[in-house]
């Protein structure tokens, strides 16, 4: 167990024993699950591997991502205008 501090601007250190043991080193992404009032959960993720599973996974379903991107904007916009129109 180690204990860490949070510096001034709102880093936390790995202490160098842990990142040795995790194989942890710069520029591994972390997602950071907050778990009731005072506990911090971390989970390294590799990045690039989970962009290539979506890709793998939008290629098998068929989707045309630029169609999807297009039919999103659209919609935006409507929900803009009847905003604009409801002031």
Known sequence: MSIVVV????CIVVPSRLRRKLGLKYGD???AVNIGSELLVLKKIDVEKLVKEIAEEVAKAGLDLEEID???EEEANR???ERVHES
């Open 7 to 10: 510096d001034k601007r709102g």
């Open 29 to 31: 992404a972390f997602i």
């Open 70 to 72: 297009r039919l999103v």
């Open 79 to 81: 929900l803009a205008k």
